[in-house]
């Protein structure tokens, strides 16, 4: 492989492997605060493209970075490495390429990943009768950033849910192992209800959810004190959970895998016939959302 220094990166697949690429950008004040800290941006910015490798079942091998910044300063410039450099180092990734220009602050990066070929876990692979599970907790994030931007009324820190927001939890080795178990999977950025309908529409099928079983925070049960804001939780994104689906017989896998990596997999609810996410109450009830998810040009 040839990386840094030439005009182009060249890159060798292992034998049996395909590559897997996802970019994603992140622009100042959109998808971080402008008080966000350089460490955290650095990190966030890798995070969110490593959380699209998992969602595939991929291992991380490489990143392309392109930096659009307004001035020259060392001290973010170091901040911001620091917080990349934690993720490469965890994965043993190698920085191939990119660029570096004058404008308002905005972050590219382009990650490359390796996987088995025709293994890769994909949005078109629910069935009916498909159980659908999500990792972690849902709603942190959404949470943490109302804290941030001062739209609440609370005298708690949320300190755990603002680290949500800035600093998520890529699921790669739930993502690899998942390669083994799963019909097919989606990463949680734009909030549940939308994502999950991603799969839905992709597979021809229906979701249903049963609001009752998503996993929620001891942070977030605490300020919701049980009322809970059904339409927040399921809709303001920067989860970078996984969501997928699997056929009841795996069950028990989930449970040693959950076992294994010391992490929370909760079944949310099951694939239908029909078309659409359909959120229903403990009693039967049926919530109707008034929008479906973070989009950039509403």
Not at 3 to 31: F, M, N, R, W
Not at 89 to 113: C, E, K, P
Not at 196 to 215: F, M, N, R, T, Y
Request: overall charge negative; some cysteine; glycine content about 10%.
């Amino acid at each position: 492989s040839l990386g840094i220094g030439d005009d182009c990166a060249i890159l060798q697949v292992p034998k049996d492997y395909e590559l897997a690429v996802s970019t994603d950008t992140l622009v100042a004040g959109v998808h971080f605060p402008l008080t966000a800290s350089a460490e955290d941006i650095g990190y966030k910015a890798l995070a969110v493209n490593l959380s699209d490798l998992a969602a595939m079942g991929a291992e991380p091998a490489w990143l392309m970075l392109s930096l659009t910044l307004p001035d020259e300063n060392a001290d973010w410039l170091t901040g911001f490495v620091k917080g990349l450099r934690q993720l490469m180092d965890q994965y043993h990734m190698q920085l191939v390429g990119g660029d570096t220009t004058r404008g308002a602050l905005s972050i590219t990066v382009q990650v490359f990943g390796f996987l088995p070929k025709g293994k890769a876990l994909r949005r078109d692979g629910a069935k009916p009768g498909d159980l659908i599970y999500v990792s972690g907790t849902l709603g942190d994030a959404g949470l943490g950033l109302k804290k941030i931007l001062n739209e609440m009324q609370c005298d708690h820190p949320l300190q755990y849910c603002i680290d949500r927001l800035n600093r998520p939890t890529p699921r790669i080795a739930t993502g690899k192992a998942l390669l083994a178990f799963s019909h097919c999977a989606i990463d949680i950025s734009d909030g549940l209800f939308a994502d999950l309908g991603h799969i839905a529409e992709e597979s021809h099928c229906a979701a249903l959810i049963h609001l009752e079983q998503l996993p929620l925070s001891d942070e977030l049960k605490t300020y919701y004190k049980d009322a809970f804001d059904w339409q927040q939780i399921l809709t303001s994104g920067d989860d970078y959970e996984l969501c997928f689906t699997i056929s009841p017989e795996q069950r028990a896998n989930i449970k040693q895998l959950e076992k294994q990596q010391n992490i929370a997999l909760t079944c949310i609810g099951e694939i239908c016939e029909g078309q659409g996410v359909r959120c229903q109450h403990r009693d039967g009830q049926e919530l109707v959302l008034t929008h479906s998810g973070y989009n950039h040009f509403k």
